[in-house]
Every structure is written in C-alpha cells, then in structure tokens.
T-cell receptor
Framework: NAGVTQTPKFRVLKTGQSMTLLCAQD?????MYWYRQDPGMGLRLIHY???????AKGEVPDGYNVSRLKKQNFLLGLESAAPSQTSVYFC????????????FGPGTRLTVT | AQRVTQPEKLLSVFKGAPVELKCNYS??????LFWYVQYSRQRLQLLLR??SRESIKGFTADLNKGETSFHLKKPFAQEEDSAMYYC???????????FGKGTRLHILP
C-alpha cells in the first residue's frame, strides 16, 4: 500500500495563477484533511471531508476550494494564488474521526512569487 | 474557544537528561489528546494517544483534566528523539483535530 500520496511534491506559481493539489489514499479511509504548515504557526486545517461528496471548512479556508468526488481522492484548489499561500501543504486521512489516527502524506511545497 | 498551546518553540536537552514537552488545552467537551511527531525528512506520524495509555519509544503522556494539560515525558533523552512534536486535540463535535504550533526538540550530544 502506498498510503497517502500527494502530487506534486514542489511547485512554484506566479501571483494570480491557479493550480490543483491532488491527495490520494488507498486505505479506504472515510475522512480526509488538508493542512498548511508555516513556521511558528504549526499545522492549520484548511478544509476537510467526512466522506465522498462532502466537504467542510477548517480554520483557514479562504482562498482555497476542495472537492471529494471519489472516496480515495481529495483535491485542493487555489483559484488565484497569492504570496500568502506560500507554504507546505499536507494531506491526511483517517478511517474514522476516532480513535483517530491520521495518516499524513509527504507534503507539497508551494511557493507563490 | 478550543485551542492547544505548546509554550516552547524550541527545547534543547542533553542526551540522557529527562525531557518534558508541555501541552495545555482549552475545550468545553470531553478531551481526547494526541502527540504527533515529525522526524527530519519524514512524514508526520502519530506518537501516542491518551486513551491508549501507552508508552511509545519511551515517551508517556498523562492527561490532567484539572490542569488541562497533556505533557509529553521521557526519562532519558536519546539523540534520535530530535524532531518536531505537535500536541493535538480532537474536537468530537466537529470531526476534526486541531494542532498546537509545535515544539522542536533538539537533543544535544
């Protein structure tokens, strides 16, 4: 099993460009999450999904959209990238909201110039 | 409001010395807490959870509801313990986990 994979690993965008980050998991997990990790800020939840076809806002959802059309995939979109979105993005999945071990992907390092 | 506080950004400890990483939480519901760890060039992974009352890699953490704390402890630090540690709180009503800002543990030789 590959676990949780993220595509791409690195990306550089210019301000105003759009892109989609793909998260895939092969563990048949119901729950999936997108976080951003910034120095001194820890991990902050952007959006999450409790099942196929559902999404919900997290702590810092502005400027991002998500879709969960298939259970194994969770897409994170940036419609118009801004320098403030420069970050490392992590996807995670869990079988249930509890006992609640989240499995993380390797991360995507995004730079917006 | 719910939050997780890790007061130390960086903690440096000599090898063989005891380690304590502090975590305090604020939550009106019944708390369920975790410690996650991120070693250099590795993925973030679960270290331990309070409901399991387990010891992983020599680390333990006890939930103290009176002090609203979940400090991570190890009696004798090892160099391989150097990593970023995150305390996390499950928000039962919202199906999500919130993380603290993390503490970088640096074990000195």
């Amino acid at each position: 099993n590959a676990g949780v994979t993220q595509t791409p690993k690195f990306r550089v965008l210019k301000t105003g460009q759009s892109m989609t980050l793909l998260c895939a998991q092969d563990m048949n997990h119901e729950y999936m999450y997108w976080y951003r990790q910034d120095p001194g800020m820890g991990l902050r939840l952007i959006h999450y999904s409790v099942g196929e076809g559902t999404t919900a806002k997290g702590e810092v959802p502005d400027g991002y959209n998500v879709s969960r059309l298939k259970k194994q995939n969770f897409l994170l979109g940036l419609e118009s990238a801004a320098p403030s979105q420069t970050s490392v993005y992590f996807c995670a999945s869990s079988a249930d909201r509890g006992p609640y071990e989240q499995y993380f992907g390797p991360g995507t390092r995004l730079t917006v110039t | 409001a719910q939050r997780v506080t890790q007061p130390e950004k960086l903690l440096s400890v000599f090898k063989g010395a005891p380690v304590e990483l502090k975590c305090n939480y604020s939550y009106s519901g019944s708390p369920e807490l975790f410690w996650y760890v991120q070693y250099s060039r590795q993925r973030l992974q679960l270290l331990l959870r309070h409901i399991s009352r387990e010891s992983i890699k020599g680390f333990t953490a006890d939930l103290n509801k009176g002090e609203t704390s979940f400090h991570l402890k190890k009696p004798f630090a090892q160099e391989e313990d150097s990593a970023m540690y995150y305390c996390a709180l499950l928000l039962n009503r919202d199906d999500k986990i919130i993380f603290g800002k993390g503490t970088r543990l640096h074990i000195l030789p």
